[in-house]
């Protein structure tokens, strides 16, 4: 009875990390270039090395074992996450017709300087710093083919090739990335991703293009997010259910059955 207890309790700990990747999911659905998560799970497969050696119940009750025992060891099935993948999925373009914003459309980041080194975006959302710097919201620098953009003042003009050009005059290219390898991407926070694979893994995607004056806005599908949230957490109250009913039943044959009653 102790092992069955486990099998729900696996459960719900999976719950409660779906819980988790949707609340996320849905705190960012105005993010401007947000990707959405999606968590799958999978089965555990038993552990039959791991079997009991010694005889329950005792050997000296002349009972066959296999009829009273069918499961040994950790041979109950159970669940755990398989992994969570990000969502690739364009997100709806945001006409704003701000200079400043440039969308990304196909597959691909910017590539900004931070504090803590190379991160990525796909979040367009641009201003000029004093200094005339092209920059993020945090104040990192969004970087060209040269180094750092600095379009100072008057207007500028981005194509769809990604070339900057002002006063017609070619300044630099904002490049879009692409990642041979999606998994060695991890969220650093404020909209940034930090890559950790190989130099070699990384490429300049040629056949992205950027729309100046759009965002690109979240592609998180609220309602869907909603629904998967209140499934996980109907699922996590009936495990929650489940592990409760195995303690009382646990309570009753430790504390109850075999007393002897006057």
Do not use: C
Request: charged share 20%.
């Amino acid at each position: 009875m102790l092992k069955a207890i486990y099998s729900p309790m696996s459960g719900a700990l999976a719950q409660e990390k779906a819980l988790e990747i949707i609340a996320n999911n849905l705190a960012n659905t105005n993010t401007v270039g947000y990707k959405g998560d999606t968590i799958t799970f999978k089965l555990l497969n038993p552990e039959p090395e791991k079997n009991y050696k010694s005889p329950l119940p005792p050997a000296n009750y002349k009972v066959d074992l296999d009829k009273v025992s069918p499961l040994h060891g950790n041979d109950i099935a159970y669940v755990g996450v398989a992994g969570i993948e990000r969502d690739e999925a364009q997100g709806p373009a945001i006409q704003t017709g701000n200079p400043t914003d440039l969308m990304i459309e196909g597959e691909g980041m910017f590539a900004v300087n931070t504090q803590d080194g190379l991160r990525y975006t796909r979040s367009g959302q641009l201003s000029i710093s004093p200094d005339g710097v092209l920059m993020t919201p945090a104040g990192h620098p969004v970087l060209g083919e040269k180094g750092v953009i600095s379009v100072k003042a008057g207007q500028f003009e981005v194509n769809r090739l990604g070339e900057v050009y002002q006063n017609s005059q070619l300044i630099d290219r904002i490049p879009v990335y692409k990642f041979e390898d999606a998994e060695q991407l991890e969220r650093s926070g404020m909209n940034l991703w930090f890559y950790g694979g190989p130099d070699s893994g990384r490429a300049i995607n040629r056949d992205a293009n950027i729309a100046q004056g759009s965002l690109e806005g979240s592609n998180v599908n609220a309602m869907k997010n909603l629904t998967s949230m209140i499934i996980a957490h109907r699922s996590y109250e009936a495990y929650q259910k489940a592990i409760t009913n195995y303690d009382k039943i646990m309570d009753i044959s430790n504390n109850q059955l075999g007393v002897v009653r006057a």
